[in-house]
């Protein structure tokens, strides 16, 4: 069983007593609430569950001791009525908690952030499905961005490592950070570079090791006429990717549309494809599965070969 810590297993309990419609005993809780030993024996348990009560009573939730006719202890229970605010939210309100949740698929916080979705339905109702969502999501690779928005709340410098599509080798980097944003399924870090005294736009999955969030304050704060969103997408649009390609006969018919692949399409040809990102390119040229040779570059072509590989061991076939 996974290690629950102290403050995750208060929150399980206000939510099983909160949430049932009945006073909840003792044995129950121990069974349902994550972060009690199932293989405990019963006295570590009660002095547990004693501590977990005091410290809940003590920061205002008060969980009530119910009795049964006999002066039995029946179980226990929170009233929805002590609460400050009903916990309520509405269709467009759980959208948005839902798509925070899956934005951190895969992530250091998903099964935080999954829990707490799951809770808040519990007593809000089910999350209504996302569609026609760009989907960005932070990865183990996004390490990064817990740092850095701790950083842009606090208003520090970071420094960092940052390997660019034409280094060979990680350069350090000192920066005031304006802001991070998703687009196109990466996420950027904007900001004033302290080292080359100009504005910066840095991927944050090609940041290597670790972001150190100093203790100076920010000397350049971000102008407030300045779109961060325009930025990254600027970037982008003034270094797209291209890639020399090879479509076999009767393949790639998305691929030959949108790239000026006319012809008979039952015949192979070579094109010039192009997008907005490298990464951008790799999901075009992925989608096309054996039907794509990639001639060149070479950087290209090695990416997209990993990346079918990858997709071939994840539903255990092999790759032709």
């Not at 403050?7 to 044995?27: M, Y």
């Not at 208003?155 to 490592?161: A, E, K």
Request: charged share 25%.
């Amino acid at each position: 069983m996974a290690r629950v810590d102290r403050t995750e297993r208060l929150l399980n309990v206000v939510f099983c007593l909160l949430g049932s419609p009945r006073p909840v005993p003792r044995s129950e809780i121990r069974r349902a609430v994550a972060g009690y030993d199932p293989d405990a024996s019963e006295v570590a348990f009660e002095r547990m569950f004693e501590r977990d009560k005091d410290a809940l009573r003590s920061m205002g939730i008060p969980v009530e001791t119910v009795l049964d006719v006999n002066g039995d202890v029946e179980g226990y229970v929170i009233r929805r009525q002590v609460t400050n605010e009903e916990l309520n939210f509405d269709a467009d309100e759980l959208a948005v908690i839902a798509l925070a949740a899956a934005t951190w698929q895969t992530a250091v916080l998903e099964a935080p952030a999954i829990t707490a979705l799951r809770k808040i339905e519990s007593i809000s109702g089910d999350a209504p499905e996302l569609r026609d969502f760009n989907d960005v999501r932070m990865t183990a690779t996004d390490a990064a961005l817990l740092p850095l928005m701790g950083a842009l709340r606090e208003q520090r410098v970071v420094t960092f490592d940052y390997r660019g599509g034409q280094d060979e080798q990680p350069v350090p980097r000192s920066l005031d950070p304006w802001g991070v944003i998703a687009h196109d399924g990466q996420w950027y870090l904007v900001g004033h570079d302290l080292d080359r005294g100009q504005r910066r736009t840095f991927r944050v999955s090609r940041i290597v090791g670790s972001v150190t969030v100093t203790a100076r304050a920010i000397q350049h704060p971000r102008p407030a006429e300045v779109d961060l969103a325009e930025i990254v997408r600027g970037v982008n649009a003034e270094h797209p990717a291209r890639a020399r390609v090879l479509i076999k006969a009767g393949q790639g018919a998305q691929l030959r549309a949108a790239n000026d692949g006319g012809g008979n399409p039952f015949q192979d040809v070579e094109i010039s494809v192009a997008a907005i990102s490298e990464d951008a390119l790799i999901s075009q040229l992925c989608s096309a599965g054996s039907g794509v040779v990639v001639l060149e570059p070479d950087a290209i072509r090695a990416r997209v070969q990993s990346a079918l590989s990858a997709i071939a061991r994840q539903h255990g076939g092999a790759q032709r």
